[in-house]
């Protein structure tokens, strides 16, 4: 397993509902955590072996926010 985080425009807890779903949904990821009080809003993300972080990306882009693999 690894630990990633991206840098996001994550603002508030709607917004962290907002990924909730497509991320909780998304195989691969073993658990994430939303940090929208740190200034670059970061999204701490542990994935299974093989899983790549592109995936994660394209999935915050359908629920509608940004990431940067940081």
Known sequence: M??????TNLK????VQAITNPLNNLAGVVKWEADVNHPE??????L???IE?????NKK???GFESKLI
């Open 2 to 7: 690894k630990n990633y985080q991206f840098k």
């Open 53 to 57: 972080p592109q995936s994660v990306q």
């Open 61 to 63: 882009k359908i629920a």
């Open 12 to 15: 508030c807890g709607g917004c």
């Open 41 to 46: 809003r970061i999204l701490s993300i542990v």
């Open 48 to 50: 299974e072996d093989g």
